[in-house]
């Protein structure tokens, strides 16, 4: 048995296109999924988007349902809420998040799928994925009860980070941006809000994510002698200059890189535990303030062009796909 299905591919850089596929029945140990809804970013994805992957990080690059090759033509994505059509019993009817691309009905092993906890709104879990990178990078930034914080950058990353971090007892938490609009979700976040020269420093730990060289050169400001900067900006093939001429060496500083790809080492958990716990994270309501628009997937050749080019201001804009 086989079913009709279209799917999202970037055709070339900076074009895409909705084409027809056919979905073989799952065999044993997978299941048919019919998705719910996708999320987009403005981050990883509307980098490959534009043709912006560097040749040296192709094969790391490749998103798990990834199909054909940078820069294009290619099918990728890795935020899919759906629910189980097929499969075992137990999964009959279920919500599921995985890491696959933008399509209407896909085939996926059972171990690739999570189910989505009661209490999680179906459109809200397309943010898995970026929830579990914040988590990881919590792993490697290691932050204590009653420490002095800033975020520098409040896009999807950096912000999800600062979601969890507002959970800890006693920390000075600020999220550091150029967009003062930014101050909202903040606010929503449990969070304080500066734009970077108004920044508090002396901080213990600065977690690094607006992908720009004045955002890094400010958190290695912000933070105090023998602090440590988390590194998650990813810049696609652009070149950034740090100043380690100046107050680096004397003040002993860190700058850890974060990779949502690897487990921490000495952290006893699998890639499954960390996705189901950043899925029991999103049952906190504040997440639901990343969600910035919906489309229809009919829409999105003309919408990942906008938010690629900034056009179109989003942090999640999620893509809903038609009942049947």
């Known amino acids: 048995?086989?079913?009709?299905?279209?799917?999202?591919?970037?055709?070339?850089?900076?074009?895409?296109?909705?084409?027809?596929?056919?979905?073989?029945?799952?065999?044993?140990?997978?299941?048919?999924?019919?998705?719910?809804?996708?999320?987009?970013?403005?981050?990883?994805?509307?980098?490959?988007?534009?043709?912006?992957?560097?040749?040296?990080?192709?094969?790391?690059?490749?998103?798990?349902?990834?199909?054909?090759?940078?820069?294009?033509?290619?099918?990728?994505?890795?935020?899919?809420?759906?629910?189980?059509?097929?499969?075992?019993?137990?999964?009959?009817?279920?919500?599921?998040?995985?890491?696959?691309?933008?399509?209407?009905?896909?085939?996926?092993?059972?171990?690739?799928?999570?189910?989505v906890p009661e209490?999680?709104?179906?459109?809200?879990?397309?943010?898995?994925?970026?929830?579990?990178?914040?988590?990881?990078?919590l792993w490697d930034a290691r932050p204590l009860v009653g420490d002095r914080i800033a975020v520098v950058g409040g896009g999807m990353v950096g912000?999800?980070?600062?979601?969890?971090?507002?959970?800890?007892?006693?920390?000075?938490?600020?999220?550091?941006d150029v967009d003062e609009s930014k101050a909202d979700l903040a606010a929503r976040l449990g969070a304080g809000f500066a734009t970077p020269e108004r920044a508090s420093g002396d901080c213990d730990l600065v977690i690094h994510a607006s992908a720009t060289q004045a955002g890094l050169t400010r958190s290695l400001e912000l933070v105090r002698a023998e602090g440590t900067v988390v590194e998650l900006s990813w810049y696609g093939d652009r070149q950034v200059s740090v100043p380690l001429g100046e107050f680096f060496h004397s003040r002993r500083l860190t700058i850890r890189g974060s990779q949502v790809g690897g487990i921490v080492p000495g952290r006893d958990r699998t890639y499954a535990q960390r996705l189901a716990l950043s899925l029991e994270l999103l049952k906190d309501d504040r997440f639901e303030a990343f969600v910035t628009g919906h489309s229809d997937f009919a829409e999105l050749p003309e919408v990942l062009p906008r938010l690629a080019d900034g056009s179109l201001p989003a942090l999640c804009h999620v893509i809903d796909y038609p009942e049947e």
């Open 1 to 115: 048995m086989t079913s009709d299905a279209y799917a999202f591919w970037i055709a070339e850089p900076g074009r895409g296109e909705i084409r027809p596929v056919t979905v073989g029945a799952p065999g044993d140990g997978e299941v048919l999924v019919r998705t719910l809804h996708t999320g987009v970013s403005r981050g990883t994805e509307t980098l490959v988007f534009a043709g912006r992957v560097p040749e040296s990080q192709w094969p790391v690059m490749r998103a798990p349902f990834q199909e054909g090759d940078f820069p294009a033509p290619v099918k990728y994505g890795y935020l899919n809420v759906g629910v189980v059509e097929q499969g075992p019993a137990e999964l009959l009817g279920r919500t599921v998040f995985t890491l696959n691309t933008h399509q209407t009905r896909f085939v996926a092993p059972v171990t690739m799928v999570s189910v």
């Open 159 to 176: 912000g999800c980070a600062a979601a969890i971090l507002a959970r800890f007892p006693g920390v000075r938490l600020e999220l550091v």
């Open 119 to 137: 209490g999680v709104p179906a459109h809200r879990a397309v943010l898995a994925g970026t929830v579990e990178t914040a988590v990881n990078a």
